[in-house]
């Protein structure tokens, strides 16, 4: 079983739609979560870390249930400028250091 | 201000001629890693270096090695490189030591192998 899995997309959604993506993790012992933006051939940058109690960063929501181990991002009013690869990522911090898992990811494309 | 730091950003090699990457980090962060991120998919870790332990993933092949000398500075060797080896190579780091740490990652380095 993956560490994380995510939906497989591909999302087409058109500007100004409200779009969400989800993901679930396997090892109840994650103790951090977060979404990574991978732009096309570009290294994966943070987006936003999750938290239990829900965060919000303009127009983008994280979610975090700890209970059924699910992960979700809300993205509304879509700009084309969104269009790229969501990554959900889960670290376990263990004797050897943070072990990052990365779901496959989610692609998104925004239509004019 | 680049935190990580990825040389070459481009490696062109032949097959079989060995190649390394480098990265280098002005974070002071007690881990780095290395990745390899094919077209469409997730990046795969390859191995990690926790201060100066190395720890390296079960499937990853013996082709490919890496040396740390110092905090700041992390190689990665590929002995013969394959066809099978083209890529993306992503060095990233964080700090180690908290569950709640972030990951930062270089640029990346792709690789063309002919």
């Known amino acids: 079983r993956k560490e994380v899995e995510q939906d497989p997309g591909p999302f087409n959604v058109p500007e100004g739609a409200t779009v969400a993506f989800n993901c679930t993790y396997s090892?109840?012992?994650?103790?951090?979560f977060f979404w990574y933006r991978q732009d096309c051939r570009k290294e994966p940058k943070l987006l936003m870390s999750?938290?239990?109690s829900g965060n919000e960063d303009g127009r983008f929501t994280a979610q975090l249930n700890r209970a059924s181990q699910y992960i979700s991002l809300l993205i509304r009013d879509s700009k084309l400028s969104d269009s790229a690869t969501y990554l959900c990522v889960v670290n376990i911090l263990k004797s050897t250091g943070n072990q990052f898992y990365f779901g496959t990811g989610t692609s998104l494309t925004v239509i004019p | 201000d680049a935190m990580v730091i990825q040389n070459p950003r481009y490696q062109v090699t032949q097959f079989g001629k060995p190649v390394t990457l480098s990265c280098s980090q002005t974070l002071n962060h007690n881990v780095m890693y290395w990745y390899q991120q094919k077209s469409s998919q997730a990046p795969k870790l390859l191995f990690h270096?926790?201060?100066?332990?190395?720890?390296n993933e079960a499937d990853t092949p013996d082709n490919f090695q890496s040396r740390r000398p110092n905090t700041s500075f992390c190689f990665l060797d590929i002995r013969s490189p394959g066809l099978g080896d083209a890529a993306m190579y992503l060095c990233?780091?964080?700090?180690?030591?908290?569950?709640?740490?972030?990951?930062?990652f270089g640029p990346g380095t792709r690789l063309t192998v002919l």
């Open positions: 999750v938290y239990s």
């Open positions: 990233a780091t964080s700090r180690g030591l908290a569950g709640s740490d972030t990951q930062y």
């Open positions: 270096y926790y201060d100066k332990d190395f720890n």
């Open positions: 090892n109840s012992a994650s103790q951090s």
